[in-house]
């Protein structure tokens, strides 16, 4: 019965976007609404969201200038339960057209990227999965290529910010395998959501480990550029993490306490030592990677709105923080904290309009410092000791209509590369200077 509901609304839906046009006929803008939800009444969802950036590194960073990026992200969400009779089912899937030069690659030389959109000019598939509902909705299981970055280390105040590192955490962006799930790769893997009770939600993901095959040197976004390795042989990565959601003082405002860890069954390189057990900055080294069986990290998440704009309202002040470690002997980064403050509701005229303040702290760990040392020592020249990338972003975003929405921002970053030598510097002296960005945001969406 549902099936066949689902074929005539679709017929019916195509029979009112195509019929010709008259004089007392609804504007095509208003057809299209109406085919659009009638689509949505037959379980299917479509969605086309196109983001254009213009960046500008006016100060510091490897060398100044500006560079645009786009991404177009076509993709849709069937409800197999309308669509076909299976319960509690729904299907996703989406792509992304990537276009443009990234700001950070040619011009800052920082490890937490300028931008979240920022990457390799391509056109690939990234997420394509089923998930099944179980127990009234209680449970859900996420099986097929899929990111990790919406649901876990996640912050629902932390949208807004254009830097990538405050979506998906800068200290697994760069820790992990290829970036670890997140735009602009996926994995295959199993995502399963259970909400234990009204407060506390559990969450368990298995992951391939790595969205492309080890090259050395080269980046994975050319080893995978399509996204449909679809790898599944790869040493394994796990992610588990409990959220609890509860309310504080009279205002009963909302507040989430969420922890977890992961542990990657992968081995890593030695930050500061080769296989013969010689710092690698020894000339005597063989310069043989030593690996390093396995990983891990433990991190956790705290958000709350401080302040309701209007009583009973879901808008106001909000923050976020974020706190993460990992072994120092086997990754770049060994401590990392992010976090800020949302405005909304702030102006009656324009409601959905947001502010956003943020700051990024990631150290670098206690190994590759020592290397540096190491550098120091062997080359007897006064190689720059890296110590850590912080970043402070200033945005707002104007809800200009229902579809567009235009966002201005600034970013100062500190010690790019982690206080990185200057690949400009002959001498190998002096770091990367501090970077000012500035630029806009266009997103336009359906």
Not at 288 to 314: C, H, S
């Amino acid at each position: 019965m549902s099936r066949a509901l689902s074929r005539a609304t679709l017929v019916a839906a195509a029979l009112a976007l195509c019929a010709p046009a008259h004089a007392d006929d609804k504007p095509v803008a208003d057809r299209i609404a109406d085919t659009r939800a009638a689509l949505e009444e037959a379980g299917y969802q479509f969605s086309m969201t196109y983001i254009g950036e213009a960046f500008s590194n006016t100060s510091g960073g490897v060398s100044n200038g500006a560079a645009y990026t786009g991404r177009l992200d076509l993709g849709t969400t069937i409800d197999l339960d309308k669509v076909m009779g299976w319960t509690g089912a729904t299907f996703h899937a989406n792509m992304f057209q990537i276009h443009g030069d990234g700001l950070s690659r040619g011009y800052v030389g920082n490890l937490f990227l300028v931008s979240g959109v920022e990457s390799l000019p391509a056109t690939r598939l990234y997420e394509f999965w089923i998930e099944q509902k179980l127990l009234d909705g209680r449970l859900a299981v996420r099986v097929g290529q899929q990111g990790s970055d919406v649901e876990f280390i996640d912050s629902q105040y932390d949208d807004i910010f254009i830097n990538s590192a405050l979506g998906w955490p800068g200290i697994t962006g760069v820790n992990l395998p290829t970036g670890g799930p997140s735009p602009a790769l996926a994995v295959p893997g199993i995502r399963i959501k259970a909400s234990l009770t009204d407060r506390l939600t559990a969450y368990l993901g298995l992951f391939d480990g790595s969205a492309a095959p080890p090259q050395g040197t080269e980046d994975p976004q050319l080893l995978n550029p399509h996204g449909i390795l679809f790898r599944v042989n790869d040493p394994p990565w796990w992610i588990g993490q409990l959220k609890y959601k509860f309310e504080i003082g009279e205002s009963k405002l909302p507040a989430t306490i969420t922890g977890g860890g992961w542990y990657h069954m992968m081995s890593f390189a030695d930050q500061r030592f080769g296989a013969d057990g010689l710092s690698l900055a020894d000339p005597n080294s063989s310069g043989d990677t030593r690996w390093l069986r396995r990983d891990n990290g433990i991190f956790m998440v705290y958000e709350q709105l401080l302040a309701r704009a209007k009583p009973d309202a879901d808008k106001g002040v909000a923050f976020f923080m974020r706190a993460s470690v990992s072994p120092s002997d086997r990754n770049l980064i060994s401590t990392y904290v992010d976090g800020g403050f949302l405005f909304t509701g702030f102006s009656d005229k324009y409601p959905d309009d947001r502010f956003g303040i943020a700051g990024i702290y990631g150290k670098i760990s206690d190994a590759a410092r020592a290397l540096d040392r190491d550098t120091q020592i062997f080359t007897g020249t006064a190689y720059p000791i890296r110590d850590y990338e912080a970043i402070l972003e200033i945005t707002y975003q104007h809800v200009v209509n229902a579809n567009f929405t235009m966002q201005p921002m600034s970013q100062y970053i500190a010690h790019p590369g982690g206080g990185a030598v200057d690949p400009n510097d002959p001498t190998q002296t002096h770091r990367i200077k501090d970077s000012i960005v500035f630029g806009m945001r266009t997103i336009l969406s359906y």
